[in-house]
């Protein structure tokens, strides 16, 4: 059993506070994600909970054990880190058992478990190579393997994959993911990839200047973003965000982005808005939400017209850069159907979908 519990974990370097107050409970067997830009904090947290980097306030725990005070080689974690860190002299074998070695694990036992290992990974026939012979994702794996092999409580990644080229990265974060399931160990994986993200977390920790932002499943967090900062940062393509002014005619109310593009609202939002009591939002779409419009009308006043700016060829579907207001946004067309420099083409907006946020504070509206 491997609970991680974090209460208001600070770390401050001089007047900066590169993580602050963060709250996480971390099930037994759970694969947690931390993501966010650059500079947010998320491999400081990873560190503090290696024991790599003291922390300023606040306590980490395991199993209701306090680790404030432990030194990171008494904590039962393995980290893997963004450059390998292997031991350049040490075949693969070598490294692989350099943990038990230092436990005095007897040579037989250790052979055994190299074994295990290597062949869990499919490196059981690059034993006695060295690192430098090595390809990127063969030294990656072998990094894995060092951390699987002192089977511990808790499994830490920073960023694993950033070294790896696309393919590699793919294949290999199916490879960490399918091990973990295996094995039910206890993960904390840092990224700013939110591909990554999104496809490997159990859960998933958005992180901005040091803050969480947002703790959930994927699909919750693709689905309902607290803020515009994760509306924008989860999700590939990314959402797109266009400033709407609210016009209510009649019983009903409009979403008024200028230049004659107006989207009715349905009734539940329009009624969510009028809670709110704003005249302006902020409005969140997603590439899946703006389609071609393939009809003379399109239904309930949610299509419009714009030139196509350009076009990204996807293979199973295609991206379609057009202009909604003042703004450019990206809309989900099938392969060959819209072309750069197309005039007037008819697009509609799912209304149901949309995201609609606070212009000033970001926050959710509905």
Do not use: W
């Not at 059993?1 to 602050?20: N, P």
């Not at 209701?64 to 080689?73: D, K, M, T």
């Not at 299509?303 to 946004?329: K, M």
């Amino acid at each position: 059993m491997a609970e991680l519990t974090l209460r208001a974990v600070q770390k401050r370097f001089g007047l900066v506070d590169a993580v602050k107050s963060v709250d996480l409970d971390v099930a037994d067997g759970e694969f947690i994600v931390l993501v966010g830009p650059s500079g947010c904090g998320k491999s400081t947290l990873l560190r503090m909970i290696a024991g790599l980097e003291e922390i300023t306030g606040g306590e980490i725990k395991l199993d209701g054990r306090s680790l404030n005070a432990v030194a990171p080689r008494d904590r039962d974690m393995a980290m893997v880190f963004q450059d390998y860190a292997l031991y350049p002299h040490m075949t693969v074998a070598e490294n692989l058992g350099f943990a038990l070695k230092m436990r005095d694990m007897p040579h037989a036992a250790i052979s055994a478990k190299v074994a295990e290992v290597a062949k869990m990974l499919e490196l059981d026939m690059l034993l006695e190579r060295k690192p430098r012979a090595l390809s990127g994702g063969q030294r990656q794996r072998v990094a894995l393997g060092r951390a699987l092999i002192r089977d511990p409580k808790v499994f830490l990644f920073d960023e694993p994959l950033s070294n790896l080229d696309a393919k590699l990265r793919v294949g290999m974060r199916m490879e960490i993911r399918k091990l973990q399931v295996a094995l039910g160990t206890t993960s904390i994986y840092v990224t700013h990839d939110q591909i990554e993200a999104m496809t490997m977390a159990d859960r998933i920790v958005v992180l901005k200047l040091g803050e969480v932002q947002q703790i959930g499943t994927p699909i919750d967090i693709y689905q309902r973003p607290v803020n515009s900062f994760v509306g924008t940062f989860i999700g590939s393509p990314p959402m797109s965000l266009v400033p709407a002014s609210i016009r209510r005619e009649g019983g009903t109310v409009h979403l008024a982005f200028g230049h004659g593009h107006d989207i009715l609202l349905p009734p539940a939002r329009a009624e969510a808005i009028a809670r709110a009591g704003v005249d302006r939002v902020e409005v969140g779409l997603r590439a899946e939400h703006v389609t071609l419009a393939e009809d003379a009308n399109g239904p309930d006043g949610t299509v419009f017209t714009s030139d196509i700016v350009l076009v990204e060829e996807h293979g199973a579907d295609s991206i379609a850069v057009v202009t909604l207001g003042e703004r450019e946004v990206m809309g989900r067309v099938r392969p060959g159907s819209a072309h750069v420099g197309e005039k007037g083409r008819r697009f509609r907006v799912d209304a149901d979908g949309l995201h609609l946020f606070h212009p000033d504070t970001g926050v959710r509206l509905v």
